[in-house]
């Protein structure tokens, strides 16, 4: 009899370089995530909150964060595989007034 792995968090894009929490991830450790082809284990460094988004790819400084094979952000530092991706080392690229005021000039 097989047993089932429920993942614990979500990566729907085949270039999202994070993962989405789909589910509270209580400390650092080896954690299943459900990838477009198949559930892969990832090496989560701290825990992550649900609806939270960690990296499932090592991020360069200044390389975009990628969600729903859409770019949502920026790395403002390098984020390792298995970090918590959030406004203390991201800043967001969309809804940006303040961008779109400096392109206009």
């Known amino acids: 009899m ?3 792995v429920r993942a614990l968090a979500l ?17 650092a ?6 990838f ?3 559930i892969k284990t990832v090496n989560v460094l701290v825990a992550i909150p649900f609806g939270h988004k960690f990296a499932v790819s090592d991020i360069a ?8 094979g859409e770019v949502i ?5 390098n984020i390792k595989t298995g970090e918590h991706v959030h406004v ?3 800043v967001s690229k969309r809804g ?5 005021a400096k392109g206009a000039n």
């Open 2 to 4: 097989s047993t089932s």
């Open 11 to 27: 990566v729907l894009g085949d270039q999202d370089n994070v993962a989405t929490a789909i589910d509270d991830i209580p400390e």
């Open 29 to 34: 450790g080896e954690y299943p995530v459900m």
């Open 36 to 38: 477009k082809d198949g």
């Open 61 to 68: 400084a200044g390389g975009d964060i990628v969600k729903y």
């Open 73 to 77: 952000g920026e790395a403002t530092t």
């Open 88 to 90: 203390h080392n991201v």
């Open 96 to 100: 940006r007034g303040d961008l779109e």
